[in-house]
């Protein structure tokens, strides 16, 4: 993270008044609504998490949505966030309350409407993949940017999957889907379909250029190879990752292979991209014992266009950085960059504390 040759990122930065100005970062995975378990969430893995979670969903209505959210997306967007890819999964009418929370804060809302054939709660799940592409069409009619998200190859079938890559190729919609996140998964999938997830979204014809794996945390290399060539993005969502206990991402094989890379912050446990930026490349050098993995331009287009280019939006608005903040202090103006990566809380944007 130490001086590097000018980026599009850098390039689009001004300096005003004291102040860095910078494209504001992308949100390209949130469970919003799992903001209220910071801290409160049992269980000693990621399964035992997940029955907490399933609470906490089961008791969310349009009226909390709206609320909760507006409030969780103005701490992202204090922190830095302008964007934001919510997968969502609780009902229609949430996520239309939803959107109307992301306008009130001010951050830009693509709506990753996700597909639950089976498991999860029975307020998760569609009966047919004709009704869940009914249920985008009234988002769509609603005047909502949206994407397809089979949750996972754990809720969604194979058959499932064909109908809705098709669907989204048809469109030209984005598609996400939660994959490789849990060694239990990858056995599961395995037992099932005689391959692993990312083999069977390949299969299934769901990997390509508008694809964002999320997670991909225990990926193998044939897994990895597939990812790079259908030039589809892997989101990592580090905070969480570590929180759950998930493990590390793969992250010097990912760079070898040049597979975008982009952020989220998935259980919203804690909201800060440049600490989702800092952990990758700390992981990157725990993995294999060097520094400056990934270079300061490349972590700040995996925190800004690459996660707009996985949520499918052209504009978002800047940030700005407030060059008089203490954890600045000293450093030289050629240094900010690598600095705000390096050394930076989310507090650092200009505005974080109004």
């Not at 493990?247 to 919203?268: H, K, Q, V």
Request: hydrophobic content about 40%; aromatic content about 6%; charged content about 25%.
């Amino acid at each position: 993270m130490g001086s590097d040759p000018p980026s599009s990122t850098l390039l689009a930065s001004r300096l005003v008044a004291g102040t860095l100005r910078l494209p504001g970062f992308v949100n390209a995975h949130s469970h919003t609504f799992q903001r209220a378990m910071r801290g409160s969430a049992a269980g000693e893995d990621f399964w035992a998490w997940r029955e907490t979670m399933l609470a906490e969903a089961e008791r969310q209505t349009p009226a909390l949505v709206r609320s909760s959210y507006e409030q969780t997306y103005r701490e992202m967007r204090a922190a830095g966030y302008t964007a934001v890819g919510e997968f969502h999964y609780l009902g229609v009418p949430e996520a239309l309350a939803a959107a109307e929370a992301a306008s009130a804060a001010g951050v830009e809302i693509v709506l990753l409407h996700v597909a639950y054939a089976r498991g999860g709660l029975p307020r998760f799940r569609q009966e047919s993949v004709t009704a869940y592409v009914a249920e985008i069409e009234t988002l769509r009619a609603a005047g909502l940017r949206v994407a397809v998200a089979p949750h996972s190859v754990r809720a969604c079938s194979a058959d499932w999957l064909e109908e809705i890559g098709r669907y989204a190729d048809a469109e030209a919609l984005p598609l996400h889907v939660h994959a490789d996140e849990q060694p239990r998964e990858i056995e599961e999938c395995l037992a099932e379909h005689g391959c692993r997830p990312i083999e069977l979204l390949a299969r299934t014809g769901c990997l390509g250029e508008r694809t964002t794996v999320v997670h991909a945390t225990h990926a193998d290399g044939p897994e990895l190879d597939l990812l790079a060539s259908s030039g589809s993005v892997v989101c990592a969502c580090p905070t969480t990752e570590a929180d759950l206990g998930d493990g590390f991402l793969p992250a010097e094989r990912i760079r070898t292979r040049s597979i975008p890379l982009c952020i989220g912050s998935d259980s919203n446990v804690r909201i800060d991209p440049l600490e989702e930026l800092r952990q990758l490349e700390g992981i990157a050098r725990r993995q294999t014992g060097r520094r400056g993995m990934f270079s300061t331009p490349e972590l700040l287009r995996f925190g800004a266009e690459q996660g707009a280019r996985a949520i499918g939006i052209d504009t978002w608005p800047d940030i700005e950085i407030d060059l008089e903040h203490p954890s600045l202090a000293g450093v030289d103006l050629d240094a900010v960059h690598a600095a705000l990566v390096a050394g930076c809380g989310a507090d650092v944007v200009k505005g974080s504390k109004e």
